[in-house]
């Protein structure tokens, strides 16, 4: 077993986090991985009302003793998001563990320690990740260029990003994008982390409620499968590279506003490709990791191994590189 500040903090027995994922992080998912020994996550916005969430949490308790957590990704949308009621709903279903994503939590932090809940908060930036230390959260997810979804503007892979972040973050820090499996979650302990945060390959196992079709694209695909969209507005997202994705870079490139392109990207069609497994009909979150990527195990299976491969390079191949 591999012991972290992470694990003795978060009451889990593996340092793995299911990364919280728009339209894949539901109860069928959060609870396999929580019923594996790692962290389960509950998207709270794949839900679309605070009450709907109240009932996926629920569910999801049904379906584990474990510890499990709940994302809450902060930013600004064309429509509002009414994030206290989400995190009332948070609070009176007895979450004790929160990820939060995108803004600062700082306005909401008050209001969940008084709960007494736990907060990890995922950043992209060394300085974000001090400044949401001193707004005082617990832990840090700290995400490389690497990853599925918005990797910031820095564009800093986390061979530089985490011992860069754990030189001067002293709360325990996790390592998010490009991890997939027993060689990343040594790479992390090495490089000051306390445990990896994994999204892409929590995809592509056998209880992810996706469609069959999206868990094969993600195994068939490689380390250059995927496209950075919307740069030229500052709001990068890395998405497979379809033909969506091709279409968004050209239309950007025509100058075209987000006005226009708001259409093509909007995240209601890639929930479409998640459900029907058309692959075609809009943009979807992957990592570079889907070059790791060569099967569809269980979240138990995948955790198990991750973990016991881990322990057996400590212990064997990176032990008898110190042999005199």
């Known amino acids: 077993m591999i012991k972290t500040r992470f694990t003795e903090m978060f009451g889990i027995k593996h340092p793995i986090v299911q990364g919280g994922m728009q339209w894949v992080g539901r109860a069928e998912l959060a609870s396999a991985v929580s019923n594996a020994g790692a962290l389960g996550i509950l998207t709270g916005l794949t839900q679309p009302t605070p009450e709907d969430l109240r009932k996926e949490i629920k569910r999801c308790r049904e379906m584990t003793d474990q510890p499990f957590g709940v994302n809450l990704t902060i930013l600004p949308t064309l429509v509002p998001r009414p994030y206290g009621e989400y995190i009332d709903a948070i609070i009176d279903s007895g ?28 950043c992209t930036a060394v300085r974000h990740g001090l400044s949401a230390e001193k707004a005082g959260v617990d832990a840090i997810s700290m995400d490389g260029f690497e990853c599925a ?34 060689r990343g979650l040594v790479a992390a302990l090495a490089l ?24 094969e694209k993600i195994v068939s695909s ?94 064997g191949r990176l032990a008898k590189s110190l042999a005199a």
Request: neutral net charge.
């Open 192 to 215: 000051g982390c306390e445990g990896i945060n994994m999204g892409t390959r929590f995809m592509a196992t056998k209880e992810a409620p996706i469609h069959q079709n999206v868990k």
């Open 149 to 182: 979804g918005h990797p910031g503007e820095d564009d800093v892979p986390n061979l530089v990003l985490l011992p860069a972040a754990a030189n001067v973050i002293k709360i325990p820090m996790i390592a998010s994008g490009g991890f997939a499996d027993a």
């Open 222 to 315: 490689d380390e250059r499968s995927t496209s950075l969209i919307l740069r030229t507005m500052r709001n990068t997202s890395r998405v497979y590279g379809n033909s969506i994705a091709k279409k968004t870079i050209e239309m950007e490139g025509e100058g075209k506003t987000i006005q226009e392109i708001g259409p093509i990207v909007a995240g209601a069609k890639g929930k479409v490709v998640y459900e029907t497994g058309d692959m075609e009909h809009g943009i979807w979150s992957a990592g570079t990791c889907m070059g790791l990527i060569n099967d569809i195990p269980s979240c138990k299976e995948l955790v198990e191994r991750i973990v016991r491969e881990a322990e057996e390079m400590i212990r």
């Open 95 to 122: 979450i004790k563990i929160v990820e939060t994503a995108g803004n600062n939590p700082k306005p909401f932090m008050p209001k969940l320690k008084e709960a007494g809940v736990k907060v990890i908060h995922k």
